[in-house]
């Protein structure tokens, strides 16, 4: 296979590769370690399918906004692709691009029938009214409908967007086709065919698979100090069970900054205060910057916020033993060197936050068959299939002398190469 090209003005900046030019890389050196062929690696290290849409919404004062949104399909050979839709100002079409192909990784992880697809919007929903919102997520769904739908493509929350969001979206794509559709997007109200555990499910996720890796390098999660950078969905979610399974946590944050607090937060207060983005922090003057929260003492470092937060910069101060990566992509693949070589165990992001699009397919299937399961049907089935794909990568990465991001791309990508050599593309 021929070496990942590194853009002409990344060569003369001399700058870090881009995390989608990382993920070719890891892809490339999963694929090789595998031994499939160089088509394998043409075919999966895009997506077959990005979809750019201009979405025009009438703003409350009457004046007209024009978005710019994205959806990405990286893979159908497995099943219809599936993943969320992000609400964020520094969306990009490589991001979501990037996004889609984890989320390919993440079924694959863990034997989902579905590959990878990722939206997003440009917007700041923080700035936005409900209205506007309501109208942004329906043209949203308008302009992308010829490409999605229950047995194509199937989206769910991600950054910023949430029940309210997905039931305007199902609401709206209902009425396109004519017919009800639940099982065009997870992540609903239960009301609307929602899935009793899906909201706290990434958390839950986390939880899963920290406690494999407590185990692993020999500590205890009770009583372990822990950081969480980030307080929305998976953070808040994630410090209040950990904070309830009698982990200290010390560190949290949010957009604004953050608060450490040796002796541990008190963690129920602080949900108490936060506001509907998950921010808390801009109540106290004492709080310290994100980064700082980062190098703090601690033994588990839950970064579940966002992008390329562990760096080269900061990867050699980080205190944890282990780095569970509850966000999309927070640590560059320097930083993954570091702290593999410093002894770190780091369980890697399409791992640690694939519990959300688990019970995500739980909600698809029951949608389905019109049959709803009980909640400790779902924490039962989550838990078995976490459990086991934690150690699938666990003991491939001691058995081919990997670190645990190749190992989760090397199982992750298996199934994917497979179905594509089966159907004939490759
Ligand atoms: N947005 C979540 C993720 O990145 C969930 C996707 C889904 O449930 O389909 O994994």
């Given at each position: 296979?021929?070496?990942?090209?590194?853009?002409?003005?990344?060569?003369?900046?001399?700058?870090?590769?881009?995390?989608?030019?990382?993920?070719?890389?890891?892809?490339?050196?999963?694929?090789?370690?595998?031994?499939?062929?160089?088509?394998?690696?043409?075919?999966?290290?895009?997506?077959?399918?990005?979809?750019?849409?201009?979405?025009?919404?009438?703003?409350?004062?009457?004046?007209?906004?024009?978005?710019?949104?994205?959806?990405?399909?990286?893979?159908?050979?497995?099943?219809?692709?599936?993943?969320?839709?992000?609400?964020?100002?520094?969306?990009?079409?490589?991001?979501?691009?990037?996004?889609?192909?984890?989320?390919?990784?993440?079924?694959?992880i863990t034997g989902l029938p579905y590959g990878g697809g990722k939206g997003g919007i440009q917007c700041d929903p923080r700035t936005m009214s409900f209205a506007e919102l309501e109208r942004l997520s329906r043209g949203y769904v308008r302009a992308i409908s010829q490409i999605v739908g229950p047995t194509k493509d199937i989206p769910a929350p991600?950054?910023?967007?949430?029940?309210?969001?997905?039931?305007?979206?199902?609401?709206?794509?209902?009425?396109?086709?004519?017919?009800?559709?639940?099982?065009?997007?997870?992540?609903?109200?239960?009301?609307?065919?929602?899935?009793?555990?899906?909201?706290?499910?990434?958390?839950?996720?986390?939880?899963?698979?920290?406690?494999?890796?407590?185990?692993v390098v020999g500590i205890a999660v009770e009583g372990a100090k822990v950081i969480v950078q980030g307080f929305g969905n998976a953070g808040s979610f994630l410090a209040k069970f950990l904070h309830d399974a009698g982990a200290k946590v010390v560190g949290i944050s949010d957009a604004y900054g953050a608060l450490y607090d040796p002796e541990g937060l008190d963690i129920d207060s602080l949900l108490d205060k936060r506001d509907s983005f998950g921010t808390v922090t801009t109540l106290f003057p004492n709080r310290i910057t994100n980064q700082e929260l980062l190098v703090q003492p601690c033994d588990i470092l839950v970064p579940a916020a966002i992008e390329n937060q562990i760096t080269e910069e900061n990867a050699p101060q980080i205190q944890a033993k282990i780095v569970v990566e509850a966000a999309n992509g927070p640590t560059t693949m320097k930083a993954t060197e570091i702290l593999t070589q410093r002894g770190i165990l780091i369980v890697p992001d399409v791992l640690a936050s694939a519990g959300g699009v688990v019970v995500s397919y739980f909600e698809w299937v029951q949608n389905n068959q019109g049959y709803y399961w009980a909640e400790d049907e779902v924490n039962e089935k989550l838990e078995r299939i976490l459990v086991q794909s934690f150690h699938q990568i666990y003991q491939t990465s001691l058995q081919r002398g990997v670190d645990m991001r190749l190992s989760a791309y090397m199982?992750?990508?298996?199934?994917?190469a497979e179905a594509v050599r089966w159907r004939g593309w490759v």
């Open positions: 296979m021929s070496s990942l090209t590194i853009s002409k003005e990344n060569k003369e900046a001399k700058q870090a590769p881009s995390l989608f030019q990382s993920t070719q890389h890891i892809i490339q050196q999963a694929l090789e370690k595998l031994n499939y062929n160089e088509a394998t690696y043409e075919l999966l290290k895009e997506p077959l399918r990005v979809l750019t849409v201009r979405i025009p919404v009438r703003m409350d004062d009457g004046s007209v906004r024009v978005f710019t949104g994205y959806r990405a399909q990286h893979n159908d050979s497995v099943g219809p692709t599936k993943g969320g839709i992000r609400f964020h100002p520094d969306v990009t079409e490589e991001e979501v691009k990037s996004l889609s192909i984890w989320m390919s990784l993440k079924c694959g991600d950054v910023f967007t949430n029940s309210q969001i997905m039931a305007w979206m199902m609401d709206e794509y209902s009425h396109i086709r004519e017919f009800d559709s639940p099982g065009f997007i997870t992540g609903k109200p239960l009301v609307l065919g929602g899935s009793v555990g899906r909201e706290s499910s990434t958390a839950k996720g986390v939880t899963i698979v920290m406690r494999e890796a407590a185990k199982v992750g990508l298996r199934r994917m």
